[in-house]
């Protein structure tokens, strides 16, 4: 039983499976703050985009 449990201690299989998850994880969550912090602009943009058409629309008319 203690060699079995020593055994268990020492095996280092999963870890690179672990260190993936991780960094997998930590760049996830890199990309979200990245898209939230990028919302307000793309709001700004879509919404200028969206008055100037209906100006164009509205002359156009």
Known sequence: MK??????????????????????????????ALFISAGGSVSGIWTATNSRLDVANTSAS
């Open 3 to 32: 060699t079995l449990l020593t055994q268990f201690f020492r095996d280092e299989q999963g870890q690179d499976l672990i260190e993936y998850t991780l960094l997998l994880a930590f760049v996830c969550l890199a990309s979200a």
